[in-house]
């Protein structure tokens, strides 16, 4: 199997762990294989788009989800690090309001599967510019985007930043959670 998944504190995120082939020529691995993501997660991941930002140090993108078209992601780093926060905007959910974090990095080369009904973000570690590679399940409309508020104090995200990080001015008025437009 390419790699392992592991439940976090919130069940339905999941950390992969490649299964990496490293040698004094460098290394190898399969970033994603459907036939092995659904044996090793149990879900049947449909991806439709992909996408890739590059961040400057102390940059935060996020909390960001879609209200319609829902997106799951499947989040990996290739240079540099940053911290990866997911947070459960389904009102239903035992784990609603809730957040798990997680580094990921180029070194590590661990991945995060942030599920629908998930608000997504993070900030970049370091002195180093961070790139991250993203696979969707739907596709991006800018009509339904949202922003939870990065520093809710009713959410409570542990972001290791001291003050406030630069972002977005979208990123910046995001809304509280008890504002914010929610899942069932």
Known sequence: MP?????????????????VFEDDRGFFFESFNARDFRAATG???TFVQDNHSRS???????????????????????????????????RS?????RWVGAVLSAENRRQIWVPPGFAHGFVVLGDEAAECLYKTTDYWYPEHERCLLWNDPAVGIA???DGVPAMAAKDAAGRTLDAADLFD
């Open 3 to 19: 790699y392992t998944a592991t439940r976090t504190a919130i069940p339905d995120v999941l950390m992969l762990e490649p299964r």
């Open 43 to 45: 879900l049947d991941a």
């Open 56 to 90: 400057g140090p102390g940059v935060l993108r996020g909390m960001h989800y879609q209200v319609d078209h829902a997106q799951g992601k499947l989040v990996r780093v290739v240079r540099g690090s940053v911290f990866d926060a997911v947070v459960d905007l389904r």
């Open 93 to 97: 959910s035992p784990t609603f309001g």
């Open 159 to 161: 972001w290791p930043v």
